[in-house]
């Protein structure tokens, strides 16, 4: 059995402690597992925690501690360490060492129960099913303990149901509810503590139980399983053909193999709900999924509905929205419903590539058409000839560009820089842009010609923080995209994680969320990322405003947007609105003088 054992004091006899808790506690304080007086220590100085394999120390301090003489934070335990607190040295032992021959019996079935224990744990970890991994930890019990048959009792809400059940050959046990004391189960429920009844038929207090006497019950032992202080399950267990099998020493192991088996059943359940979960995520993105794209809001909604139409004509489409909002998504997804599905899917993002060399990139050119033009080389638009051409950041592309590119949509042909001969193309054209085109229109930026020819059938993307439900779905679609790829033990998102996804704005939007996650999957170290593993803080979110407030800052952005529509006729801004004239006035003087 584990163990720390230490020398309290100078004239102190030798103590050890056996380590059958999950977190066993030590420091100054008396509240602690082990209590170790030093004003050098801090109430609570360190803690040991047992995750299913291996001890590891860790300080609570902002100080050291020393582990064979050397400072750590936190330390993975092995076979006799030796750990220094204070002026106190204590040493964790794995095994039990050699002990007096009156208790070599209880310190080997302890040990028993600790490599059973271990060999559970790795059951746990090679994936079996929750029901193989429960049926294993019953024949675990039977077999330390000697009883006929075990059982496994959950509270589910406040119910008690038996969640597996065996018999000495290791066969589960049909209707095994009716085979359990109700009596002796509900004691445990009660106190909360490891009971053993060694002759239920005579014992003075369930001697008189209906459900001892018709089970006709002769040894009985059960243990409750424990969760920071909140009992979730009974190890039961019994025989009814021996009486005065089970003695108190039994009643100890058992209770210590229940401490170790509380946290490897609920990893268990854990990992069973999770494959539940990712379970129901994959049918959920299935009747969620559009081609490529995940979403459910009420707006992706509408956009599958008219990608599903325009997708089987040759109109061309402006698919605008913010930056990382998915725009090659929903023109792929056009180029695979068309009839050109067969046919190339180009894309030229008009943004990333040199003025000088993006009417090349275009339309092609001829050999000694300009400098470093050494051979004859086709363009873009003969590239998605038979396809789909995705003009990508359309609104960067420059005003003596913007003629030629509309030449082309209107002939259906290109001429190649340096050549003087046109050639035919049978393309679709499909643009996106986070700008807003109409306003480049009017700033002189973009011809008015050319945005109605790209733009037949607009679809506007919205931002990732006015999708809803969308989000939390998307980023556990990525994350496990991403634990998959990079093979990691990360599982999910804590729900503090949640919250702050929901209450951040996600400004780069999804391209933003996947870089997030990746970083965080690459770097975590546990199985659920929280909302700092995403680097989400409280001052990063948008402060929330009074009624009276947000009321207030809607008001004066449109009464300005109509001002500017009306170019600054106050006077008309008033009738449009349905306001006396002197609002308008008041609403000009207040924002002059802010």
Known sequence: MPSLSYQPSENSRQRTIQLFKRITTIGDGAENDISIPDAGLSDTHAHIHFDGNSFNISCLDKQVILVNNLKVKAHKLGHKDRIRLGETELT??????????????????????????????????????????????????????????????????????????????????????????????????????????????????????????????????????????????????????????????????????????????????????????????????????????????????????KIDKISQTDISVLITGETGTGKELVARRIHALSPRVKGPFVTINCGAIPENLLESELFGHVKGAFTGAVATRTGKFQAADGGTLFLDEIGELPPQLQVKLLRALQEKSVTKVGDNRTEKVNIRIISATNRDLEKGIKDGNFREDLYYRIKVVGLHLPPLCERGEDLPLIAKYLLNKFAEEFTTKVKGFTPAAVIAMRKYSWPGNIRQLENRIKRAIVLADKTHLGAEDLDLNPEDFEPVLSLSTAKEEFQRRYINDILARNNGNRTKTARDLGVDPRTIFRHLEKQETE
């Open 92 to 305: 964790f032992f794995l095994y039990d060492e050699p002990v007096d021959n009156d208790e070599s019996d209880l310190q080997t079935a302890r040990l028993d129960a600790y490599r059973k224990m271990l060999t559970f744990s790795n059951r746990l970890l090679a994936n079996n099913s929750i029901d193989d991994l429960l049926n294993a930890l019953l024949d675990a019990v039977i077999e330390l303990t000697r009883a006929d048959k075990g059982m496994l009792i959950l509270l589910e809400g406040n119910l008690l149901q038996v969640k597996a059940a065996r018999n000495l050959k290791k066969e589960t046990i049909e209707d095994a509810i009716q085979k359990v004391s109700d009596t002796i189960v509900a004691q445990v429920v009660k106190s909360k503590q490891a009971l053993i009844v060694s002759d239920a038929l005579n014992h003075e207090t369930f001697k008189t139980s209906e459900s001892v006497v018709n089970l006709k019950l002769c040894s009985v032992m059960a243990a409750p399983l424990m969760e920071k202080g909140d009992m979730f399950g009974i190890l039961y267990v019994g025989n009814d053909n021996v009486v005065n099998l089970f003695e108190e020493h039994s009643l100890e192991v058992l209770t210590v193999f229940a401490a170790q088996a509380s946290l490897l059943v609920q990893n268990a359940l854990l990992l069973n709900e999770l494959l539940l979960d990712n379970q129901e995520l994959t049918e959920r993105l299935e009747r969620m999924r559009f081609g490529e794209i995940i979403g459910a809001c009420d707006a992706m909604k509408e956009i599958f509905r």
